[in-house]
Each structure stands twice: as C-alpha cells, then as structure tokens.
C-alpha cells in the first residue's frame, strides 16, 4: 500500500489517520504494520493512553514512541502509582490532562509532576480513598495552572468509620479549610466537581466563588452542609458561572435577584430537590442562556410550570426529565413543540410515557439526535395509538432499557422512524426476540452499537447481509449460544467489543466462529460462561491475535506469572 502512495505527504497521510482514528483508536493498527513510515505517522498521532499495569512495559520507551500524548488514564494498584507518575514527570511529554484510579494521591510524584509539566490542566482524582486537606495543598502547590478539578466521592464512608473523639476532620477528609487554602492558590480554576465531600459547607462555595473569579462550572452533588445561601452567593458573584448542578437545596429561600445575577448560566443540573414552580417561571423570565436543563427525580413543579420554562427557552439542545410521573404523551406532544432546537432527550423513569412520545419526539425536533426513554411504557400503548409516524434521520442514539412492554411489532415501527440509528439499547426487554432486532439489522444497516443485555428471548441477531459497522455487540445474560455466535460470527466481521457474561450456552464451538471472522476482536467477556476456562486463554490468543482484553470468571483468573506471560502477548486477563 505504502509503496503505490510513496508521492502522496505525510501531512495527507495523517490526515487519513487521524479519521481513522476518531472512528476507534484500533483503525490505526493495521497500517502501522504495514511499514515504518506509516508506524512513524500512527504514533504520532495518538494523543491519549490508559496504563492498567506496567509491570511489564517499558514506560519511557512507551512515551517515546507516542510523543503527542496530552491525556493519560491511570487505573493502578497502589505500589505502582508513584512509580507511573514520576516515569510521567520525568518524560518529555507535554500533558494536560491526568486522570487516575487509585485509593491514595501520590503525593511525592505529584510534587515532581507538578514542576516538571506546566501545561497540566486538567486533574480526575475522584473516588479516591484517602483525600484530605493535606492533599489539596500538594495539588495547589504543584499545580498552580490548573483549570479543571474533580476530587468528587471520596470514600467517606471508611472515613467515618475512622472518626473517634481525637481524629480532626481535616485529616481524614476535604474540610472548608482545604477548600479555602486550595481556591487561594488555583486563582485560574475554571471547573470543579465537589461532589460527595461529606464536611462541605457554604464556606467552601464563598471561598471558591471569591478566589477563583473566573470560575464556570461547578458541580455540588450530596453537600449535605450546603444551603441555598452558597449557591446564592456563587450566582450573585461568580461573573463567568455558566454550568451549575447541584441538588437538594430550599429554592424558597433562594433570593429572586441571584437568578438575575446569573448572566451566564447555560447548563442548569437540578437533582433530589424541590422545585417550585415560582422558581420555573424566574427562570423563564431571567434573561439567560439556558442550553442544557435537568429535572432528575426532582418534585414541587407541575406541567403548567415548565411549559412556561420551555415556552420562553426553545432553544434548549438538551433536555433530561427523569423520574418525573405527571408526564404522560399528551404532555410531552405539547412540550416537543418548544424543542425544535434539541439534539439530546433523556426522559427515564416517566412511568406514564410509551411509543407515542417517541414518535412526537421524532416529528417535532427536527435536529434531535438522541433519545433516552430508559424504564418507560414503550410498547403499552396499544396499535391505535401508533399514528401520524414521521422519519428523522438525524436520530442515531436511542435507549430503551428496561421497557417490559416493548415487542417486536412496536420495534419494526421505531425501527421506520430512524433509518440512521447507530446505536441501540434495549436491554433488559424481556419481551422482544432476534426478530424485533432485525428491524434494525436490515440491508444498509448503520448500527455500530447494539446492547441486548439480559433479553432471554433473543437466541441470535438473525441472518441477512454482513453487519460491517457493528463493532460492540452487548448480550451478557442473553439468550444467545453457540447457534448465535455461528450467525454473529458470519455477518459481523467487524466486531471489535463482545460481552457474553452468564451465556450459558455458550462452548467452544461457538467461540470458535467469532475467533475465526472476526479478524479485529478486541475485546470479550466470558465471565459466568461455564464452559469456558483459563486453559482455553492460549487458544484463544492463537485464534484471535488482536485480542487485547478477555474478562473471565474470578475462579479462573491467570496466577501471576501465567498473567504475566499473556501480557507478554498483548493481552490483559483479568
């Protein structure tokens, strides 16, 4: 291939790559095999990278041969963790963001990190076990150019359980004061989820909204300590604020004028809380931006509330109403007339909602591209109800999780609605078979992603023409045994991602017909196949060279060195 293209510049070649690229970061494999030079362009084009054990790689040749990185994952056991990040701080990488999985903050390495890459912008550290003030002070003092913070749930819960009359707050979890000391140093911080820190108060909020005057997201979830007087305060002085999610707070004592002062405000997040509907009607007539509302399981509000709400916003992208019960399809017929602009609906948990919104949906939001309609009543509303069907070709993502009335016929109408789908969920639908997915699966079909996740009653994904966009294919604890794989072996060669947990139908005969076609397999999850065992991993790697992950059940994880050795071959067992 190299050799008939050796006039076309490599500026063009990457330009190929890069599109490859953004199609699924595997693409770029086999032309990097093909010769040097496109190995040489391929490398040099990857820009981000997830380290689950070093063990065995070696880290600064890594770096060498990927020069561009800007964004590295880290998901390590504790003993590595400081190893991983001074082998970064010490390479010659430019990052900007760092995002790890881990139960501590590497303080040592993060000092070094912190001197060594002054591009560093972005920090994900959440759900870590140990966070505490002292670590905020590590942060802030190695990374004073950092715009984007999220030290969200930390393990509270051990942190409790550590307390005794002696142990000092600040110790054993994020405190007021670390928060104050942290917004003193980070004056450019931008973005920060404080989510889930149990000793948070308003102090916090005042610290944040008063040091970091260009602060512009900001996401409070499960404060208990946070009151509607700190995110008054934050709306009244924080000038840039335009994303804000927050949850459980007293709107009635939120002041009418911090509404006013919320210029920016594009991206509301309301979760768990009371909402009244004096509060929807000061948003409709405050003279802000609104592009992005949530209504998650929030109560206090009726339809009349944010029909006004929507009425003065119609140029809302995206919409999540979930859990809300007054909603039914009559309601959401009226509401979609506001929602010409929106790309994105999420409406889970709205009991009383079936076909019927989707198809309202679909006809009056020309330019929507994704609908959630996770644990509704789609497909209980009867043949009757199924009228005046439009089709939308922009749509590509729908959610159908948990919907215990869908059936094939209902299918085959959603399925004329949206000819361009790539990406279906109908997971946990206990209802619809392989011929209901088939509507879907037609000639010409543009479904990359297909998610049948606990539906017993689809054995295979039916026969037809080969599926070659399809490269994630979802069924753990389906109906689907070696007779499924045989077809899915056959139409799917493009497959990249296959999950099969608790198939128990499921043998070696089967597997042998994905190994076989599906030349770009990646990925595959046995767990809870019982007729599957570590003795088969070494088979299945000579099948299938370009596995790179195989889940099995925990009884047959690999020893260490037997770990070690599939590593050796490209392949993590876990």
């Not at 550290?125 to 999220?150: F, G, H, N």
């Not at 929807?280 to 405050?286: S, T, V």
Request: aromatic share 6%; hydrophobic share 40%; net charge negative.
């Amino acid at each position: 291939m190299a050799e008939c293209c050796t006039d076309l510049p490599d500026e063009c070649w990457e330009l190929i790559f890069n599109r490859l690229h953004q199609l699924h970061h595997s693409h770029l494999e086999s032309p990097s095999l093909s010769c040097k030079r496109f190995l040489s362009i391929t490398n040099t084009i990857r820009t981000s990278l997830s380290i689950v054990d070093p063990t065995l790689i070696l880290l600064s040749s890594l770096f060498n041969r990927f020069p561009n990185l800007k964004s590295i994952h880290l998901n390590l056991v504790d003993q590595d963790l400081n190893r991983v990040v001074t082998d970064i701080a010490t390479s010659s990488l430019n990052i900007e963001t760092l995002d790890f999985v881990s139960e501590f903050l590497p303080l040592e390495s993060f000092k070094i990190l912190g001197s060594r890459m002054k591009n560093l912008r972005v920090l994900n550290c959440s759900r870590l076990s140990t966070m505490c003030d002292a670590d905020l002070i590590v942060i802030a003092d190695s990374m004073p150019c950092l715009e984007d913070l999220d030290i969200s749930y930390p393990d509270n819960f051990s942190f409790i359980l550590r307390l005794d009359p002696d142990d000092v707050p600040g110790e054993v979890g994020v405190t007021d004061r670390g928060i104050e000391m942290l917004s003193s140093k980070l004056k450019g911080l931008r973005k920060i989820n404080i989510s889930g820190n149990l000793f948070l108060t308003d102090s916090s909020l005042i610290a944040l909204s008063t040091n970091c005057i260009h602060l512009a997201e900001i996401v409070i979830l499960d404060c208990s300590l946070v009151t509607s007087n700190g995110i008054e305060f934050v709306m009244r002085n924080s000038m840039e604020l335009s994303s804000l999610s927050l949850q459980d707070i007293d709107f009635d004592r939120l002041d009418d004028y911090s509404i006013c002062c919320a210029k920016s405000i594009s991206t509301l997040e309301i979760y768990y809380t009371v909402v009244p509907d004096e509060y929807l009607l000061l948003l409709a007539k405050a003279d802000i931006p609104l592009k992005r509302f949530t209504l998650h399981h929030c109560t206090g509000f009726t339809f009349p509330g944010i029909s006004s709400l929507f009425n003065k916003h119609q140029s809302l992208e995206y919409l999540s109403l979930t859990g809300i019960d007054f909603l039914t399809d009559g309601k959401m017929s009226d509401l979609s007339r506001y929602l010409s602009a929106l790309v994105m609906i999420r409406v889970d948990r709205c009991t009383n909602l079936t076909e019927s919104t989707f198809f309202s949906l679909a006809k009056n939001c020309p330019v929507l591209q994704d609908i959630s309609m996770a644990g509704t009543n789609v497909g209980g509303g009867g043949r009757d109800r199924a009228t005046n069907i439009v089709k939308n070709s922009r749509l590509k993502f729908l959610n159908l999780n948990i919907n215990q009335n869908l059936t094939d016929e209902c299918l085959a109408k959603l399925a004329s609605v949206c000819p361009n789908l790539e990406v279906l969920d109908v997971s946990s639908c206990r209802g619809i078979t392989e011929n209901g997915i088939a509507y879907f699966l037609e000639s010409g079909s543009k479904i990359r992603k297909l998610e049948i996740n606990h539906c017993g009653g689809i054995k295979n994904i039916g026969n037809g023409l080969e599926l070659s966009e399809l490269e994630v294919l979802g069924a753990a604890r389906s109906g689907i045994n070696d007779d499924g794989l045989m077809v899915i072996g056959s139409r799917c060669c493009g497959l990249l991602d296959l999950n099969l947990d608790g198939c128990l139908g499921v043998t070696t005969v089967g597997l042998k017909e994905i190994l076989t076609n599906c030349e770009r397999l990646r990925k595959i999850n046995l767990t809870a196949c019982l007729n599957m065992s570590l003795d088969m991993v070494d088979w299945m790697l000579f099948s299938r060279p370009s596995l790179r992950t195989i889940i099995l059940l925990y009884s047959f994880l690999p020893f260490e060195s037997q770990r070690k050795k599939f590593l050796h071959r490209g392949c993590l067992v876990v």
